[in-house]
């Protein structure tokens, strides 16, 4: 096996961060409301899973409270970031913090709350759950989408990007 190929037993988490920060994934917020309280964070763990039935899941950190608020309330909602939205990016990332002060509440067609503005946002019932190592991997049934024009926010790197738009027409994948 070339040094390029070979897999270390005890791959520390900073090794794993770093050589998974090479590859560039959108970013997201996840939000719920339990008890009239909402909740949010930041993620960038998130997959179609099917398109029939409509699906889709990300990764939630274990012992978040919004991972438990998200568990709690059996929905949440996965807004997708405009490039624009760095700072509710960072926002939305802080442990510990009221990330909804100051920023006015929209809620989605079930009662849930979406970040105002976003490329997107996707509004889902939990499906099943599967604890991964540090992370719970949510299942989310999907059961409406809003979608407007514009450029996602990337990560990649450790920092945000932006997509390049390379002038041809986008490619629709036939599998």
């Known amino acids: ?3 390029a190929t070979e897999i270390e037993a005890g791959v520390e988490p900073l090794t ?3 050589t998974m920060g090479r590859f560039a994934t959108g970013v997201a917020v996840v ?3 339990v008890d009239g309280e909402p909740h949010g964070m930041t993620v960038n763990s998130l997959t179609s899973v099917s398109l029939d039935p409509p699906m889709l899941l990300v990764c939630l950190t274990t012992g978040a409270r919004t991972t438990e608020a998200v568990t709690a309330a059996g929905r949440f909602a996965v807004s997708i970031l405009s490039a624009r939205q760095e700072q509710i990016a960072l926002r939305f990332a802080r442990r510990g913090e009221n990330h909804f002060e100051g920023l ?3 809620y989605g067609d079930h009662s849930i ?3 105002p503005d976003a490329l997107a946002h996707v509004e889902c019932t939990v499906d099943r759950q599967l604890v991964a190592g540090d992370h719970l991997v ?3 049934a ?3 989408v809003c979608d407007r ?3 996602p926010l990337a990560f990649a790197g450790g920092r945000f990007a932006d997509v390049a738009v390379r002038g041809h027409e986008p490619v629709h994948w036939i599998f």
């Open 16 to 18: 794993m961060r770093r």
């Open 113 to 115: 709350p979406v970040v």
């Open 31 to 33: 939000t719920t409301e």
């Open 1 to 3: 096996m070339s040094p």
């Open 138 to 140: 949510v299942f989310g």
């Open 149 to 151: 024009d514009g450029e």
């Open 142 to 144: 999907v059961q409406r």
């Open 104 to 106: 006015p509440l929209i």
